[in-house]
């Protein structure tokens, strides 16, 4: 286990390695004027040139990404070229709305998909059809558009739930809760269908193997057999493709914060982006991508113990 463990976390820490250097690589390829941006159209050339100096971009670039990496392995993701403001302090303060988002769209998807992927599969006939035809129109509707209507009809018409706006859970438990179940469950229905769909497949072979037949012969409850036997040995497929919706998650949660005006890393990284801060763009991208490899490797973790063989691979 403690080798399946150093591989997942070495590969990881190689995969966010190489975002990095590309991360940085394309944002001095664009081609933007970052200087000209922080002074305005009216600054003359000697001033923008002397703000490039300042900001040091008139040093090679192997050796602007060496300084950069060198203090970012140490927690030092440099400085907001606009703001002033430490890209670590902007991240600590809008990471955990983002997050907040995308893990309660996970869970809720999760929930979802396995209750529904369970139903459709021991129960069959009109359920089944029932569940495949909602999963396959959740994948296809955009999250965007999703959190569009829940937020006309759910929050401006019935006004059950406030349509923008987001309350720290610091500040009160329920009003975070409020601010953030509509766009989680955008979120979350985008990303159920094909998890849905996955559990459903996986489960269906499960309860047609022999061993199950056996249990069955035993005189074990249908219940049983389903939930702790069979749903067991169906999870790791599930578990495989929530892994790849929190990406998806993570970047449908870009959009989401615009419609609900949740000031997340979404907001940040659009505003950023527009703006040419390198420093800022550059520290969403290496924190997100950190995270997503963290929450892959938890997964790994949970798909080793629910099927030892794993580890041994």
């Known amino acids: ?149 829940l937020a006309v009809t759910i929050a401006v018409k019935l006004r059950w739930l406030p349509a923008t706006g987001y309350v720290p859970f610091t500040d009160s438990a329920g009003g975070w809760l409020r601010s953030i179940t509509l766009p989680a469950i955008a979120l979350a229905i985008a990303a159920t269908g094909g998890t849905t769909q996955q559990v459903r497949g996986s489960l269906i072979d499960v309860l047609g193997s022999d061993y199950i037949r056996l249990l069955r012969s035993r005189g074990i409850s249908e219940r049983r057999v389903v939930f702790k036997h069979a749903l067991r040995n169906a999870a790791p497929a599930g578990l495989t493709v929530l892994s790849l919706q929190f990406i998806g998650l993570i970047g449908g949660a870009v959009i989401i914060e615009k419609i609900f005006g949740l000031p997340g890393v979404g907001s940040l990284a659009n505003f950023s982006a527009v703006q040419g801060d390198q420093p800022v763009v550059l520290g969403v991208v290496v924190v997100t991508a950190s995270i997503v490899v963290l929450v892959n490797l938890l997964i790994d973790i949970a798909y080793g113990w629910l099927n030892p063989k794993v580890r041994a691979k």
Do not use: C
């Not at 394309?26 to 000697?46: F, K, Q, V, W, Y």
């Not at 100096?53 to 192997?62: A, D, E, F, I, K």
């Not at 400085?79 to 869970?107: D, H, Q």
């Open 1 to 149: 286990m403690v080798m399946f463990l150093l591989r997942r976390v070495l590969a990881g820490l190689v995969l966010v390695l190489v975002v990095a250097t590309l991360t940085f690589a394309l944002l001095n390829l664009t081609g933007t004027d970052a200087a000209r941006n922080i002074l305005g159209e009216n600054a003359t050339p000697e001033q923008a040139a002397a703000e490039a100096v300042t900001l040091g971009l008139n040093r090679p670039l192997p050796v602007r990404y060496w300084d950069w990496l060198s203090h970012a392995v140490r927690g030092d993701l440099g400085t907001s070229w606009f703001k002033g403001e430490a890209v670590t302090s902007s991240l600590v303060n809008t990471m955990p709305i983002t997050l907040s988002l995308a893990l309660a769209g996970l869970l809720l998807s999760a929930l979802l998909s396995v209750g529904l992927g369970t139903a459709a599969a021991v129960r069959g006939g009109r359920l089944d059809r029932a569940v495949q035809f909602l999963a396959v129109l959740s994948s296809a509707a955009p999250s965007f558009l999703v959190g569009l209507l």
